[in-house]
C-alpha cells in the first residue's frame, strides 16, 4: 500500500511538471505572437503610405489574420489547461471536505467515549473490569493517552479545515484566472473579425482592378524568366570553368603516370650498329620458333588460369551537368550543406508572402504563379545579408526585380534579387551575416526580396532551408 501511495504521488507530480511546462510553452507562443503582429503592425503601417490596395497590403493582411488564429488558439489552450487546474482543485477539495467529515465523526465518538470515562469511579470500572492483564495493561494506556490523542484529532480536524479553505480560494484564483483569458480571448476574436474586414476591403477593390493586375503579372514573369535565363548562365559558365579544371588536372595525372611507366631504352655505342644488325637478321629464324612455342604454352597456361586478373580502375567520365570542386570548394559545400532548416534569413524581419513552386495567384481566378524561390516581405530599406561565406559571381540589374546578387558556396548557389541598392561587387569573398545590400520598394509600397537556392542546376524550396 506504501509503494502504491508512492507511485501515485509520482504521477501526479510528473503530470503536475507537464502542465507547468505546457504553461511556459504557450506563454512564450503568445509572447511570439504579439512580437509578430508588431512587426507586421509596423510593414503595413509603411507599406500602407503610398497605395490603400495592394498585393504587398493584402499578404500582410492575411499574414496578420494567420497570427491572430493562433494566439486565439494559444489562448484557449491556456483556458483550457486552467480549467483543468481548477477542476482538479475542486477534486483535492472535495478528498479535504470529506476528510475533514471522517474526522468529525471520529472526533464526536471519542467525545462520547470520554463521557463514558469522565468520573473517577467510571475510570476505575473500565480498569477492573479488565478481562486480564493483558487488557488491563492496554486499557490503562489508554486513558493515558487519551487526552493527547484527543488534542491531536482536534488539531488534525483544524489543520484539515485550513487546507480545505485555502484549497477553495486557489479554485476562486483560477476561475478568475480562467475569466481573464477569456476576456483576451474575445478581445483577440474581435481583432481578427476586424483583420477579416480590412482583407474583404482590398479583396474588393483590387478585383475591380483585374485588367492592371495581369498586365502586372505579365511584367513580372517578364522580368522573372530573364532572373532565370541569368541564373542558369552563371551555374553553367562555373560548371564550364570547374569542367575545363578537372580535364586539364587529369591530363597532368595521365602525363604524370605514363613518365613513370615508361622503360629506359638501353645506349648503343658507335660501331656497333652492324653487329646488332647481323645478330638480328640470324636469330630472327629461331625467334619465330621460340615465339610460335611461346604462344601455344601461353594458349595452355590461359585455360589453366584459375581467374581473371581485375580490369585497371578507368576514371570516371566527366558530366557535362556537375560542378567539379577543388578541396576549399569541397569544404564550403559541405558546410553549407549541413546548414538545411538552420540557415538565418537573409533580413532580420519579415514574412514569406510567397512560396516555393506553382501554386494559384492571390486573387486572379484560374491563374497560376511559379516562384523558383521564395518572396520575403518586410519594411523598406532593411539590410539584406548573405546566409553563409562565399564568393559574389554576379552583380546585375534587371528592370522589374531590381539589383540581383549572386554568390557561390561550392556547388550550391544563392540569389538575392529585388535589392535597391548593392554594396559588394563580382569576385568579392563575403562572410556568413555579411550585409549585401538593402531591400527595395516596388510603386505600391511594398518591400520584399526573392530569395532563391539552387544545387549545380537544380532549384531547391528555400523553406526547407531556413531557420524556422
Known amino acids: 500500500m506504501k509503494y502504491l501511495l508512492l507511485i501515485f ?25 504579439l512580437s509578430k503582429i508588431k512587426e507586421l503592425n509596423s510593414i503595413i503601417s509603411r507599406t500602407s503610405k503610398k497605395k490603400k490596395a495592394s498585393i504587398g497590403k493584402l499578404n500582410v493582411i ?14 484557449e489552450q491556456n483556458q483550457q489547461i486552467l480549467a483543468e487546474e481548477a477542476q482538479k482543485l475542486r477534486n483535492e477539495g472535495d478528498v479535504l471536505k470529506a476528510k475533514l467529515e471522517r474526522l468529525k465523526k471520529q472526533y464526536a465518538l471519542m467525545i462520547y ?17 479488565s478481562n486480564d492483564l493483558g487488557q488491563f495493561v492496554r486499557r490503562f494506556d489508554y486513558l493515558r493517552h487519551y487526552s493527547s490523542n484527543r488534542k491531536k484529532q482536534a488539531d488534525l480536524i483544524y489543520k484539515t479545515r485550513q487546507d480545505l479553505m485555502t484549497q477553495e480560494q486557489k479554485v476562486v484564483y483560477k476561475k478568475q484566472e480562467e475569466k481573464k483569458v477569456l476576456v483576451e ?8 473579425e476586424v483583420l477579416k474586414t480590412k482583407e474583404d476591403k482590398v479583396v474588393t477593390v483590387l478585383t475591380q482592378q483585374e485588367k492592371k493586375l ?15 535565363n541569368l541564373i542558369a548562365g552563371i551555374v553553367q559558365r562555373e560548371i564550364q570553368k570547374s569542367i575545363e579544371r578537372e580535364r586539364k588536372l587529369r591530363q597532368a595525372r595521365q602525363v604524370k603516370k605514363v613518365e613513370v611507366v615508361k622503360p629506359a631504352l638501353p645506349e648503343i655505342k658507335k660501331g656497333e650498329e652492324t653487329k646488332i644488325v647481323a645478330e ?11 615465339a610460335a612455342k611461346e604462344e601455344k604454352k601461353a594458349a595452355v597456361a590461359e585455360v589453366k588460369k584459375p581467374k581473371a586478373e581485375p580490369a585497371p580502375v578507368v576514371e570516371k567520365k566527366i558530366e557535362s551537368n556537375t560542378y567539379y570542386m577543388n578541396a576549399d570548394e569541397a569544404k564550403v559545400a559541405s ?12 533580413v532580420p524581419s519579415g514574412f514569406i508572402s510567397d512560396h516555393f513552386g506553382v501554386h494559384k495567384h492571390p486573387l486572379l481566378k484560374g491563374v497560376m504563379i511559379n516562384n523558383n524561390g521564395i518572396d520575403i516581405q518586410t519594411s523598406p530599406g532593411s539590410p539584406v545579408h548573405s546566409v553563409y561565406d562565399g564568393v559574389v559571381q554576379s552583380v546585375v540589374n534587371i528592370p522589374g526585380i531590381n539589383m540581383v546578387v549572386a554568390i557561390q558556396h561550392g556547388d550550391y548557389f544563392t540569389v538575392y534579387s529585388k535589392l535597391a541598392n548593392v554594396s559588394v561587387s563580382v569576385g568579392t569573398r563575403v562572410r556568413t551575416g555579411q550585409r549585401i545590400g538593402s531591400v527595395a520598394s516596388d510603386e505600391d509600397g ?6 532563391q537556392v539552387w544545387k549545380n542546376t537544380v532549384r531547391q524550396n528555400p523553406e526547407s532551408w531556413l531557420r524556422r
Not at 23 to 32: F, P, S
Not at 113 to 129: C, D, G, I, P, R
Not at 185 to 192: A, D, P, Q, R
Not at 280 to 290: G, L, Q
Open 185 to 192: 480571448k474575445e478581445g483577440e476574436k474581435k481583432k481578427l
Open 113 to 129: 467515549e470520554a463521557q463514558k470515562t469522565s468520573s473517577v469511579y467510571n475510570k476505575m470500572s473500565f480498569l477492573l473490569l
Open 214 to 228: 495581369k498586365t502586372e503579372l505579365e511584367r513580372k514573369k517578364l522580368a522573372v524568366r530573364k532572373l532565370d
Open 9 to 33: 504521488a509520482f504521477i501526479l507530480s510528473s503530470s503536475s511538471f507537464a502542465q507547468t511546462d505546457k504553461k511556459a510553452a504557450l506563454e512564450q507562443q503568445k509572447k511570439d505572437n
Open 280 to 290: 638480328t637478321k640470324s636469330d630472327a629464324k629461331s625467334e619465330k620458333k621460340e
Open 62 to 75: 492575411k499574414e496578420q489574420i494567420g497570427v491572430q488564429k493562433k494566439q486565439i488558439t494559444v489562448l
Open 335 to 346: 558546410s553549407f550543406a549541413a546548414l538545411r532548416g538552420r540557415m538565418p534569413f537573409p
Open 446 to 451: 511594398t518591400a520584399e526580396i526573392n530569395f
